[in-house]
């Protein structure tokens, strides 16, 4: 069974940070592109980054320079440490799994997690 489990979201002030991770099973997580994604409320799906199975990033040009996509391979975890946060960033933050990450169809992906809620305060 293929899961994908966010956590480390939460309630924080404008200007400060947090660092999101999502645990993987289930599938050749190695082999995957992964990415986060996210919905403000009311809102439809966004993609704020990926990082490729050979370890080269991407990101949508509102969280360049403020946030970091990672990953750990020997723990199939995805990681997305969040700086700079402004209260545009309230969304909740979906974790997700593509086999070849498309630049021209950012949100087509295999496996989404449930996600985890960001709230930034002003």
């Known amino acids: 069974e293929v899961q994908l489990v966010e956590s480390g979201g939460g309630s924080v002030q404008a200007g400060g940070s947090l660092r999101l991770s999502c645990i993987a099973s289930?599938?050749?997580?190695?082999?995957?592109?992964m990415s986060w994604v996210r919905q403000a409320p009311g809102k439809g799906l966004e993609w704020v980054s990926t990082?490729?199975?050979?370890?080269?990033?991407l990101y949508a040009n509102s969280v360049k320079g403020r946030f970091t996509i990672s990953r750990d391979n020997t723990k199939s975890t995805l990681y997305l440490q969040m700086n700079s946060l402004k209260p545009a960033d309230t969304a909740k933050y979906l974790c997700?799994?593509?086999?070849?990450?498309?630049?021209?169809?950012?949100?087509?992906?295999?496996?989404w997690g449930q996600g985890t809620q960001v709230d930034v305060t002003s």
């Open positions: 990082i490729r199975s050979g370890g080269d990033t």
């Open positions: 997700a799994a593509v086999w070849s990450f498309g630049v021209h169809d950012t949100l087509r992906h295999d496996y």
């Open positions: 289930g599938f050749g997580f190695i082999h995957y592109d």
